[in-house]
C-alpha cells in the first residue's frame, strides 16, 4: 500500500496528540481483537452455556436420588399424644423412556456442534471488521492528510493572487476565486478530520486500545481463491454459516424423534429406605420404630396426554422444516458475498493501476498550469481546478487501496477462512473443546471449570 509512516505520522498529529509507541500491524490489530473484544467474549460464553446442554441431555440416564425428613405431632380429646419421626431415601432409575434422552443427547451435541460454528462465523465476523476498521483509519488519516496539503497549497494561491491584485497583473476575481477554494478547503478538512476520528473510535471499540502509529497494510498474500468457481466451492465446504443449518437440520432429526418417543412406553426402577420413629406422650410413655424397604418396577403406557405429545411432534417437523429451508439461505447468502468479495477485489485492483497514472498526469498537468499561469497563459480558476483534480486522484487512489485490503479480507471471510489459526495471529487460540470436554459427563459439581 502508498501508505507512507511519515503520511501516517503527520495525519496523527493532527488529529491526536502524538505518542511515542512500536508501529502496529494489521495482524496485531486483528490479534488484540480476537483477545478482547466484547462481542467475541459474549459469543464465547454463549458457546459455554450451550456445553451444558449435553450435560443436561444425559441426565435423563442417570438415577435420581431424593431423602426426605419428617416430623408430625398429634394428640385428641381422651388420648394420649404422638411424636413421630421419619426419614428415608428414595433412588428411581429411567431404564426406557422411548429413546427420548437418546436422541435428546445426540441433538444436544449437534447444537453443540452448530454453536461451534456460530462461534466461528463470530470470530470471522469481528476479524473482518478490525480489518476494515484498522484500513479506515489508515484512509481517513491520509485523507486528511491530503486536504490539510491542499488548504496549504490554497493559502500560497490567495496570496499569490493578492500579490498579482497588488501590481495589477491579476484581477480582483483571481483573488476571490482563491478564497473561496479556500474556505471550502478548511470545511472539508474539518471533515476529514471528523471522519478520522469516527474511524479511531470504531477501531478502539474492536480491540481495546486506541490506532496510535498504524504501520500500511497490503492485501491478504494466501490462501484466497484463483476463480469465483474455486471461491464458491469452498465456501459451500467451509463456511461456518452453510455447516450451521446443517448441524441444525441434523439436530431436528433427533428432535423429532425424541417428540415421538413420548409415543412409546416407559419402564422405571425405584428403590427406597424409610425408617419412622413414634413416641408417646410423658403421662404414659413408650415408643415405637420401624423400617421399610422397597424395590419395584413400573411399566407407563401413554395412551392419551391431551394432545400436548402430538402438538410437540408436529411442532419438531415444522422446526425441521425451517432449518433444512434456512440451508438453502445460508447458500444464497454465501454465494452473493463470494460473488460480491471477488469481483470487488478485482476491480479495486484495477481501480489503484488506474488511480495511479491518474495521479501522476494530475501531477504534470498542475505543474504545466502553473508554470503557464506565471507567464500568463492561464488563470488562478485553472490552477485551482488542476490542483482539485490531483487532490481528487490522492483520495480515489487511497480509497481503492483501502478497498483491496478491505476486499481480499472479505473474500477470506466468504469463503470461510479468515479465522486466528489460519491467519497465522500471534495470539493463544480459543479451544471450544475444552469447556465441552470439562462438562459433558459431569455427574455433580456447582463449580465451573473456570473455578466460579
Known sequence: MRHSFLATAVAVAVIVAPQAVRAETIFGAMAKAYENNSSLNSARAGMRVTDESVALAKSGYRPRVTGTAGITNSWSTGSKGITSHSFGITISQSLFDGFQTRNGVRAAELNVLAQRENLRN??????????QAYMDVLQNRDIAMFRQRNLAFLDEQVRAASARFDVGEG?????????????GAQAQLEAARAAAISSAAIYRQLTGSDPTNLSPANAVAKGLPRSLDTALATAFAQHPAILVSKYLIDAGVYNVKSAEGAFLPQVGLSASVSRNHSSFSANTGGSTTSESASVGATLTVPIYQGGAASATVRQSKESLGQARIGLDVSRDQVRAAVTSAYTQLSASRAAVTANRETLRASRLALDGVVQERDVGQRTTLDVLNAQNTVLDAQISLAQAERDVVVSSYALLSAIGKLTARNLGLQVALHDPKEHYNAVKDKWFGLRTPDGR
Open 171 to 183: 484581477t480582483r476575481t483571481d483573488v476571490e476565486q482563491a478564497r473561496a477554494s479556500r474556505a
Open 122 to 131: 463470530s470470530e470471522q465476523n469481528v476479524l473482518f471488521d478490525t480489518a
